[in-house]
C-alpha cells in the first residue's frame, strides 16, 4: 500500500519553543492531508484539513494560529506547533489520499503516517 | 457521517478468530463501512471496507447486514501481533474532503 512518513518520530522541546513536523507521502500525490492529535488512552481526533496550494481548515476548537500548517507541494504538508507548551503534549498523526485514485472504483482509502510524539517540558 | 458503536474491549484466544461488532443504525444510503487499527504508539493501519456486499482481503472479513445497520470483523485466527484498537468508520465519499471521523473503537486483546 502507499506510504506516508512524518518526521521526526519524536521531540522534546521546551515550554515556548516552535516544533516543526513534516508529512510526506513517498509514493503518491496527495491534494489533501489530514491532522490528527491523539491524547493518551484517547481516540484520534481531527485538528485540520491540509490543502495543497491554499489555506488549511481547521476543525472547530483548533487554534490557527498556534496550529500552522503548509502543504506546499503535491507530497509534504507541515504542521507547526507555535510557542509549545506542556498541554501541546501529544501524538500527532496525519493522513493522506492518493489523488491518483480520484474518481476511480477507490473509495477514498486514507494512509497514515507513523506518528510523531511530542512532548513538551 | 453516521455515528458507530462498539464495545470497549474484546479478548480472544491466540488461533481463535476474532469476531469485532459494530453498531451504525444511522448509516444512510452512500455511506461506507470502514475498519481501521492502531497498535499502540503506530499510525491507523487500513483493513478493510465495504458498502453492502461481504468484503475479504488477506488481513478479514467484513461481514454487513443486509439493513447495513451493524458489521462485524473477523480476523479468523488472531495472532499477538493483532493485539490493537480496531476503529469502525462509516462515511460517504463524497464532500467533507473523505476526512475519517474516529470514535472510541474496541481494544482487542489478543492472548496465548
Known amino acids: 500500500g502507499a506510504v506516508v512518513s512524518q518526521h521526526p518520530s519524536w521531540v522534546i522541546c521546551k515550554s515556548g519553543t516552535s516544533v516543526k513536523i513534516e508529512c510526506r507521502s513517498l509514493?503518491?500525490?496527495?491534494?489533501?492531508m489530514f491532522w490528527y492529535r491523539q491524547f493518551p488512552k484517547q481516540s484520534l481526533m481531527l485538528m485540520a484539513t491540509?490543502?495543497?496550494?491554499?489555506?488549511?481548515?481547521?476543525e472547530q476548537g483548533v487554534e490557527k494560529d498556534k496550529f500552522l500548517i503548509n502543504h506546499a507541494s503535491l507530497t509534504l504538508s507541515t504542521l507547526t506547533v507555535t510557542s509549545a507548551h506542556p498541554e501541546d503534549s501529544s501524538f500527532y498523526i496525519c493522513?493522506?489520499?492518493?489523488?491518483?485514485?480520484?474518481?476511480?472504483?477507490?473509495?477514498?482509502?486514507?494512509?497514515f503516517g507513523e506518528g510523531s510524539r511530542l512532548t513538551v517540558l | 457521517d453516521a455515528k458507530t458503536t462498539q464495545p470497549t474491549s474484546m479478548d480472544c484466544a491466540e488461533g481463535r478468530a476474532a469476531n469485532l461488532p459494530c453498531n451504525h443504525s444511522t448509516i444512510s444510503g452512500n455511506e461506507y463501512v470502514y475498519w481501521y487499527r492502531q497498535i499502540h504508539s503506530q499510525g491507523p493501519q487500513y483493513i478493510i471496507h465495504?458498502?453492502?456486499n461481504n468484503e475479504t482481503n488477506e488481513m478479514a472479513s467484513l461481514i454487513i447486514t443486509e439493513d447495513r445497520k451493524s458489521s462485524t470483523l473477523i480476523l479468523p485466527h488472531a495472532t499477538l501481533r493483532d493485539t490493537a484498537v480496531y476503529y469502525c468508520?462509516?462515511?460517504?465519499?463524497?464532500?467533507?474532503?473523505?476526512?475519517?471521523?474516529f470514535g472510541t473503537g474496541t481494544q482487542l486483546k489478543v492472548e496465548l
Open positions: 465495504g458498502l453492502k
Open positions: 468508520i462509516v462515511r460517504g465519499i463524497t464532500g467533507g474532503g473523505n476526512k475519517l471521523t
Open positions: 509514493d503518491f500525490q496527495a491534494t489533501t
Open positions: 491540509s490543502n495543497e496550494g491554499s489555506k488549511a481548515t481547521y
Open positions: 493522513s493522506a489520499r492518493d489523488v491518483g485514485l480520484a474518481g476511480g472504483p477507490n473509495t477514498g482509502e486514507l494512509f
